[in-house]
């Protein structure tokens, strides 16, 4: 395409996604992955080229830092956040953003190995004819989530700083490292952070508002079997790789992930490892409503025992661990934090979408440590692949609410 002038929010976006951040689920260290201190140093570097104050990086990679206040009355101070690192579902290495005027039909990422984005495979591709885009190359995913999010409150905050006459409130920013495994939130002080709610910048598509999140757990199966040479194996052997897949058959298949939409839960067989002697199976287990929630836990439990009763001894273990709960809970109380972001899009000429997240976000893990944190759109679509793609329009009504937000909220009491 001729060559286009961008707007400074996808210059900034652009600037970050050729970083390579991806968190590592297998590491144990905080951020799980040094490269991610590569972003957070840029930002610091960043923000302190704003004027900004308090900016701080710790020892986890947790950035922090304070637009100060401008109006002269009592106002609450408020939160900004989102997460540095990318997934670890496609690489986050050699990322090479492509800019598209989008005219519709198919755009061609990768013509060497044939990755097409189309509307026929994305609909909702059709809705940005006109704009544009920045894609991937077909062959890592972009990181809109949650770059995006980044270079969306950077620019609102560059925006604030050279345009004093908005009124604002003390406005606290953060940018997190892991959250991408589900530790962003892990090492997140919550009092050093100093603020009375605040906002992830993480959802999707222009005009997304969430305060509702799945309650989360992961499950670790252990199937054990007995290895007999197959030759004399009658009656003797048990297969721990057929006892896994029988386990597995117990489970309701129409509640998968891929069978799955809006408020519908499900239990997703993340990995199947294993051989005769002993099976491993990984499982995540998702549901807004938190009955279902415990009902599904307890359906594993179910399922191991009837395995271990058909075949009278305790072939099946099963370990459930909670991961996080739905935000839901949480914000019902301040729910005029969310009244508050409606007004502000409304504001902004952008219609609010309340969806429930298909997922976590760190707000989800921080409201239960006493900061409410709903969640803002970025304007991506399709993370976590080769298809991602954010149109420059909804970033920059990103940064336009955002600006409106920190202004609504100076008239909120104290």
Same mark, same amino acid.
């Given at each position: 395409?001729?060559?286009?002038?961008?707007?400074?929010?996808?210059?900034?976006?652009?600037?970050?996604?050729?970083?390579?951040?991806?968190?590592?689920?297998?590491?144990?260290?905080?951020?799980?992955?040094?490269?991610?201190?590569?972003? *957070?140093?840029?930002?610091? #570097?960043?923000?302190?080229?704003? $004027?900004?104050?308090? +900016?701080?990086?710790? =020892? &986890? /990679?947790? %950035?922090?830092?304070?637009?100060?206040?401008?109006?002269?009355?009592?106002?609450?101070?408020?939160?900004?956040?989102?997460?540095?690192?990318?997934?670890?579902?496609?690489?986050? *290495?050699?990322?090479?953003? #492509?800019?598209?005027?989008?005219? $519709?039909?198919?755009? +061609?990422?990768?013509? =060497? &190995? /044939?990755? %097409?984005?189309?509307?026929?495979?994305?609909?909702?591709?059709?809705?940005?004819?006109?704009?544009?885009?920045?894609?991937?190359?077909?062959?890592?995913?972009?990181?809109?989530?949650?770059?995006?999010?980044?270079?969306?409150?950077?620019?609102?905050?560059?925006?604030? +700083?050279?345009?004093? =006459?908005?009124?604002?409130?003390?406005?606290?920013?953060?940018?997190?490292?892991?959250?991408?495994?589900?530790?962003?939130?892990?090492?997140?002080?919550?009092?050093?952070?100093?603020?009375?709610?605040?906002?992830?910048?993480?959802?999707?598509?222009?005009?997304?508002?969430?305060?509702?999140?799945?309650?989360?757990?992961?499950?670790?199966?252990?199937?054990?079997?007995?290895?007999?040479?197959?030759?004399?194996?009658?009656?003797?052997?048990?297969?721990?790789?057929?006892?896994?897949?029988?386990?597995?058959?117990?489970?309701?298949?129409?509640?998968?992930?891929?069978?799955?939409?809006?408020?519908?839960?499900?239990?997703?067989?993340?990995?199947?490892?294993?051989?005769?002697?002993?099976?491993?199976?990984?499982?995540?287990?998702?549901?807004?409503?938190?009955?279902?929630?415990?009902?599904?836990?307890?359906?594993?439990?179910?399922?191991?025992?009837?395995?271990?009763?058909?075949?009278?001894?305790?072939?099946?273990?099963?370990?459930?661990?909670?991961?996080?709960?739905?935000?839901?809970?949480?914000?019902?109380?301040?729910?005029?934090?969310?009244?508050?972001?409606?007004?502000?899009?409304?504001?902004?000429?952008?219609?609010?979408?309340?969806?429930?997240?298909?997922?976590?976000?760190?707000?989800?893990?921080?409201?239960?440590?006493?900061?409410?944190?709903?969640?803002?759109?970025?304007?991506?679509?399709?993370?976590?692949?080769?298809?991602?793609?954010?149109?420059?329009?909804?970033?920059?009504?990103?940064?336009?609410?955002?600006?409106?937000?920190?202004?609504?909220?100076?008239?909120?009491?104290?």
């Amino acid at each position: 395409m001729a060559e286009v002038l961008l707007p400074e929010v996808a210059v900034r976006f652009i600037r970050y996604a050729r970083i390579d951040t991806q968190s590592d689920p297998h590491s144990t260290t905080c951020p799980s992955t040094a490269k991610q201190l590569d972003l *957070a140093r840029m930002l610091v #570097q960043e923000l302190e080229a704003l $004027g900004v104050q308090e +900016v701080t990086l710790d =020892e &986890n /990679g947790y %950035v922090m830092a304070t637009l100060p206040a401008n109006v002269s009355h009592p106002a609450p101070t408020v939160g900004l956040i989102a997460h540095m690192d990318t997934s670890p579902d496609l690489t986050g *290495a050699n990322v090479n953003p #492509q800019v598209h005027l989008y005219q $519709g039909g198919d755009l +061609v990422l990768d013509p =060497e &190995n /044939g990755v %097409v984005l189309s509307p026929r495979e994305f609909p909702e591709l059709a809705q940005y004819v006109g704009q544009v885009l920045i894609t991937t190359d077909g062959r890592t995913l972009l990181g809109a989530d949650d770059k995006a999010g980044i270079a969306e409150i950077m620019t609102a905050l560059a925006y604030l +700083v050279a345009h004093p =006459e908005i009124p604002h409130g003390r406005i606290r920013v953060a940018f997190t490292p892991d959250e991408e495994i589900g530790r962003g939130a892990d090492r997140f002080d919550v009092a050093r952070f100093g603020a009375d709610f605040a906002y992830t910048v993480d959802g999707g598509e222009l005009g997304e508002l969430s305060f509702e999140t799945f309650n989360a757990a992961r499950a670790e199966v252990t199937v054990r079997g007995r290895s007999v040479h197959p030759g004399s194996a009658k009656n003797k052997m048990i297969n721990a790789n057929e006892v896994a897949m029988q386990f597995h058959a117990l489970l309701p298949p129409a509640e998968r992930p891929e069978y799955t939409a809006d408020y519908e839960g499900f239990y997703h067989l993340m990995a199947f490892q294993g051989s005769v002697e002993e099976t491993h199976l990984h499982y995540i287990i998702r549901d807004h409503d938190r009955g279902r929630f415990e009902a599904r836990k307890a359906w594993l439990q179910r399922a191991a025992e009837f395995l271990n009763a058909r075949y009278e001894q305790p072939l099946v273990q099963v370990q459930v661990h909670d991961q996080y709960y739905n935000l839901r809970e949480k914000i019902e109380p301040v729910m005029q934090i969310v009244d508050l972001a409606k007004a502000a899009m409304l504001a902004c000429g952008v219609t609010p979408k309340v969806v429930p997240v298909r997922g976590g976000t760190d707000g989800a893990r921080l409201s239960y440590m006493g900061l409410p944190t709903p969640n803002l759109f970025t304007g991506g679509h399709n993370y976590h692949g080769r298809y991602e793609y954010i149109p420059i329009p909804s970033m920059e009504k990103a940064v336009a609410v955002l600006v409106e937000l920190v202004r609504r909220v100076t008239q909120l009491p104290v």
